[in-house]
Nanobody, 120 residues
Framework: QVQLAESGGGLAQPGGSLRLSCAAS????????MQWHRQVPGKQRELVAS???????IYDDSVKGRFTISRDNDKNTVSLQMNNLKPEDTAVYYC??????????????WGQGTQVTVST
C-alpha cells in the first residue's frame, strides 16, 4: 500500500514563508494529478493547489500569487512553496495523488497531514 508523507510544516510569522513537500513510499505507475488540500477544525477540507502530469496548475483564489505548486516526476514528489503567509492560511495541509495502475485502475492516496500555523 502506497503511503504519502508530508514534511515542512510548522510555525511561521505573517508575511513569512514555508515550503511543504510530499513523497511516496514506493514507486507509482502513473500520477496524473498531484494536489495540496487544507483543513481547519469544523470546516470541510478544501483544495489549495493542483498540478497535472503535463505541468498545468490550478490555485484557489485565496492563495494565487502567494503559493506555488511544483512536482518532480522522476522522484514522484510534489512541493508547495508558500510565501507571504497569512493567519488564515493556518490549517492542516494534506497532499493527494490521483494515480492509475498498469490496469488503468484509478487510485487516490492521501498523506497524513502536516500542521501549518501562521501567527505572531
Amino acid at each position: 500500500q502506497v503511503q504519502l508523507a508530508e514534511s515542512g510544516g510548522g510555525l511561521a510569522q505573517p508575511g513569512g514563508s514555508l515550503r511543504l513537500s510530499c513523497a511516496a513510499s514506493e514507486s507509482i505507475f502513473r500520477i496524473f494529478i498531484m494536489q495540496w488540500h487544507r483543513q481547519v477544525p469544523g470546516k470541510q477540507r478544501e483544495l489549495v493547489a493542483s498540478i497535472s502530469d503535463s505541468g498545468r496548475t490550478i490555485y484557489d483564489d485565496s492563495v494565487k500569487g502567494r503559493f506555488t505548486i511544483s512536482r518532480d516526476n522522476d522522484k514522484n514528489t510534489v512541493s508547495l512553496q508558500m510565501n507571504n503567509l497569512k493567519p488564515e492560511d493556518t490549517a492542516v495541509y494534506y497532499c493527494k495523488y490521483k494515480t492509475t495502475t498498469r490496469d488503468n485502475e484509478i487510485r487516490d492516496y492521501w498523506g497524513q497531514g502536516t500542521q501549518v500555523t501562521v501567527s505572531t
